[in-house]
């Protein structure tokens, strides 16, 4: 029998009515859905809003989920004293001109800041990398530039060939900013002293967004190297047996805050600096940074990021949400 033209559209209409009442259900069930999420939201109290910081910068960022949790001038360039290192340590492993041996020299010995190295004494490349960033070593950093300039001019030598100047690590240190895209670093030399102490005039800037991202990449790609500054001291021996230990700049360490990872900076010019991650109550990795504190503060300041972290993570979690809802 041969379906009449009303019945075929009786049965569209009433195919459409069904999809109609499908879809109007669905709205209904995520404006319920929605709301109950926008209530839970409303329990969670952010510590942040009532945090106070007496850093000129600081910056907040959880990295599994991708999230800055606090900022305040995370994009200003200031002065960043010895998280310079940081980016000593990336273009050192990733210049291609770092040998596995490094002799101490005499001229390496004369910045300030003696942590027991001698000149003669001979260290595993990576173990002077790990001095330098547990102790904050300026003699490392410049027995590091030194070795690295010395080995790029023997290449060129060796294949009768002129660099076409004085090999520079500095220049590297900035390309090394550049190729990773953290532009507002900017270095003039290898340690972050200040160029004039006096005159409290700086030398390497950035801001606490590229310095931070810096730590992170550091944490990723080198944590055989940064683990270390997990840790009060630690205790190595160089290639022709001298032993050395050597404290952390970073009093935290000595706290149970779960640091993972941390780079300690302070001059006049700077002021106090400090870099961590650390391992939320949540699980969660978190960045954070303070730049231009107190030689104090930058403690402080982080120990007051983190408490504010962990209260913030755990309200959403016991709201039953995900940072995903914020």
């Known amino acids: 029998m041969k379906e009449s033209p009303l019945s075929h559209l009786l049965a569209v209409l009433l195919f459409t009515c ?24 409303a329990l969670v109290v ?35 004293a010895s998280l310079s290192k940081i980016i000593t ?3 050192a492993k990733e210049s291609g001109f770092l040998p596995s041996q490094v002799t101490i020299s005499e001229k390496s010995l004369t910045e300030e800041g003696d942590v027991g190295l001698l000149a003669g004494e001979i260290w595993g490349a990576d173990d002077l990398l790990r001095i330098l960033m547990i102790a904050s ?15 790029i001019q023997k290449k060129y030598e060796a294949q009768g060939q002129s660099y076409g100047g004085t090999p520079s690590f500095i220049n590297l240190m900035n390309d090394t900013a550049k190729t990773h895209g953290w532009m507002s670093l ?12 006096a005159n409290k005039i700086p030398s390497n800037v950035g801001s606490a967004h590229d310095i931070g991202a810096a730590l992170e990449y550091t944490s ?3 944590p055989e190297i940064l683990t270390v500054t997990q840790t009060p001291e630690i205790t190595l021996t160089s290639s022709d047996g001298f032993t050395g230990t050597f404290k952390n700049t970073d009093p935290l360490t000595e706290k149970d805050l779960k640091i993972l990872y941390s780079k ?7 002021g106090g600096n400090l870099a961590v991650i650390e391992k ?47």
């Not at 259900?25 to 859905?33: D, E, F, Q, S």
Request: hydrophobic share 40%.
């Open 46 to 80: 952010n510590s942040f809003l009532s945090l106070f910081i007496q850093a000129k910068a600081g910056y907040v960022y959880d990295i599994p989920h991708k999230k800055v949790l606090f900022k305040k001038n995370e994009q200003t360039a200031l002065p960043l």
């Open 89 to 91: 340590l990336i273009t």
């Open 18 to 41: 069904i999809l109609g009442l499908i879809y109007a259900n669905g709205v209904a069930r995520n404006r319920v859905i929605e709301h109950e999420v926008e209530t839970r939201k």
């Open 137 to 151: 070593s300026n003699d490392s950093a410049t027995a590091i530039r030194t070795i690295v300039e010395e080995t």
């Open 264 to 270: 300690t900076g302070y001059t006049d010019s700077a």
């Open 280 to 326: 939320a109550n949540t699980g969660d990795e978190i960045l954070i940074v303070v730049l231009g504190s107190t030689l104090e503060g930058r403690f402080t300041d982080t120990e007051s990021m983190i408490g504010a972290t962990n209260a913030y993570l755990e309200g959403i979690r016991n709201a039953g949400l995900t940072l995903e809802n914020f």
């Open 220 to 222: 990723t790609k080198y």
């Open 186 to 197: 900017v270095f003039v030399n290898e340690s972050g002293l200040d160029l004039d102490e």
